[in-house]
């Protein structure tokens, strides 16, 4: 199957494609536009040519459009859900319960912002009064990784489009089927021609070119670290507004005293799902587990147990936890690590192979698919790569700690600072934490559970910036105050 860029509301083709493979069965299936300087020149004039029109409507109309994505992005879940997964690895329930509705929700929550958003005022003298008004900026570049596709580019679209802004939107080069398909949502739910643009292809061409463009004053991007930083070195001297959402190495924090709300099982349970949900490609899976020493062996044990019994496997199949990998190239990255910790002769508690055997009900032969067993490596030292680098993948490390003190520093002592999740039934303990974690996002006794009127970003090297409710407005408008006086002024 072959998709396009979506210019100026029409299809529009490119001379080159890329091959997208389905990294089940490591064959191509979708053949992807490897756009340049021209198509994004393209996508940027139609962006540019479309934003008066589409600032200047009603907030209520700009809502009731993001709406109608919403309601086209739910009646056609099962399509997006299953393209999810034949791009990207992850499991057809996976996306279906958690990334499609969340791309949905998206759009309605920010039409339901616009729509009740209020500016403020501030009174000088019986005469003479201040008001912000928050403005468009112009056309928002909008950079999205492979690992929550659609979830992370309509994160980014549908703030850009509410607060009026009109956009060119480069996917992943890997995973950029949903977003065609976002595309057809878009148009059949009238968004008019060239507000929003999609430009496929490689990072260093389409995603460069998006970013050198004059008339793109606005970056908004999310993937790794060493991209961001290129984007900033070239962001920074065109003055170009930027949010860069990058990666992460959370910790996981285990007290005992957890076992006062939850059973041991429902604890390994739940810091399993964290840390391999999704194949552990989401940014802000904990990666890091640390565990009170008093409970390292009971909670060990049962952690094992709970890994050892998620089902890697097809990922059209409802039992699969974990489906493969997104790519040869990362399967080969992850696998280094894997390999580092069995050279310097680390204790593997489980995984550290390919799977042997990979049920399917579809009958797919799945032998050349990008396949790891969820892996737990054991009593890491903190100078190892395994301990500081981002794996983003399915290896995580297991390590004790004896006080608060002890844990605190060993979770800060990363460049990363995207999130960090705590379990213990201490509510001192919790607060107390909360404040000395180096984190954007600290959850306590839960992970992932988003607010979307929440910051979302990172500190250190997971980013520069938030996005959330309120956030989102502050970076995709511009404050004007406006100083009103009337009449002449009173001697
Ligand atoms: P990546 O940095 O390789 O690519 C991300 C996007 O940037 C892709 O669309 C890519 O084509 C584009 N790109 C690459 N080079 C570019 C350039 N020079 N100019 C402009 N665009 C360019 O990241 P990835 O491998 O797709 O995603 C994985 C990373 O994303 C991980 O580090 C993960 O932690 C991070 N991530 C962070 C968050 C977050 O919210 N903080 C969320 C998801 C993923």
């Given at each position: 199957m072959r998709i396009s860029n979506f210019i100026g509301g029409e299809w529009a083709s490119t001379a080159e494609y890329i091959s997208s493979v389905n990294p089940s069965t490591g064959e191509p299936y979708l053949e992807v536009p490897r756009s340049g300087e021209n198509e994004v020149a393209a996508a940027v004039q139609a962006a540019k040519s479309a934003f008066p029109a589409w600032r200047s409507l009603r907030a209520e109309e700009r809502a009731d459009i993001l709406d109608r994505i919403a309601d086209g992005i739910d009646a056609r879940l099962s399509e997006f859900a299953q393209m999810e997964s034949d791009d990207q690895g992850k499991p057809v329930s996976l996306a279906t319960s958690l990334d499609i509705p969340r791309a949905a929700l998206n759009f309605r929550f920010f039409a339901g912002a616009i729509r009740h958003e209020l500016s403020h005022a501030a009174p000088i003298d019986a005469r003479t009064f201040s008001y912000v008004r928050r403005e468009p900026i112009g056309v928002a570049g909008l950079i999205s990784p492979w690992n929550l596709p659609l979830y992370l580019l309509t994160w980014k679209i549908a703030p850009a489009l509410a607060y009026g802004n009109t956009c060119v939107a480069k996917p992943s080069e890997w995973t950029s089927g949903t977003a065609w398909l976002l595309a057809k949502v878009m148009k059949e739910a009238g968004l008019?021609?060239?507000?929003c643009n999609l430009v496929f292809g490689y990072g260093h061409e389409a995603g460069q070119a998006l970013v050198e463009h004059e008339d793109v004053p606005l970056i908004s991007f999310t993937g790794g670290t060493v991209t961001g930083r290129k984007i900033a070195e070239t962001a920074a001297p065109r003055l170009k507004k930027l949010s860069l959402e990058l990666g992460g190495k959370n910790p996981t924090i285990v007290f005992k005293d957890a076992l006062e709300m939850f059973s041991v099982q429902e604890l390994a349970k739940n810091v399993a799902r964290s840390a391999f949900l999704n194949q552990g490609e989401i940014?802000?899976?904990?990666s890091r587990l640390y565990v009170e020493e008093t409970f390292y062996d009971e909670f060990s044990e049962a952690l094992v147990r709970e890994v050892k019994a998620l089902t890697v496997g097809?990922?059209?199949?409802?039992?699969?936890f974990m489906g493969p990998l997104v790519s040869s190239e990362h399967l080969a990255k992850v696998s280094s690590y894997i390999q580092h910790a069995k050279d310097t002769g680390l204790k593997i508690l489980c995984g550290g192979e390919r799977p042997t055997a990979l049920p399917s009900s579809t009958g797919r032969?799945?032998?050349k698919g990008y396949f790891v067993q969820p892996t737990i490596v054991a009593d890491v030292p903190e100078s190892s790569r395994l301990q500081k680098e981002e794996v983003f993948g399915p290896v995580v490390t297991l390590s004790r700690f004896k006080s608060e003190d002890e844990v605190v520093a060993l979770a800060n002592s990363?460049?990363?600072?995207?999130s960090a999740s705590l379990w213990t039934n201490s509510l001192s303990r919790a607060h107390g934490m909360a404040a000395r974690l180096e984190a954007g996002t600290v959850w306590i006794n839960g992970w992932m559970i988003r607010d979307l009127r929440m910051p979302f970003g990172g500190v250190k090297d997971s980013g520069l910036g938030r996005e959330g409710q309120m956030d989102s407005l502050h970076f995709f408008t511009e404050p004007k105050t406006v100083c009103v006086r009337f009449g002449r002024q009173e001697k």
């Open positions: 008019p021609a060239g507000v940014c802000l899976c904990g097809d990922p059209r199949d409802a039992s699969s032969d799945l032998s990363t460049r990363y600072g995207l």
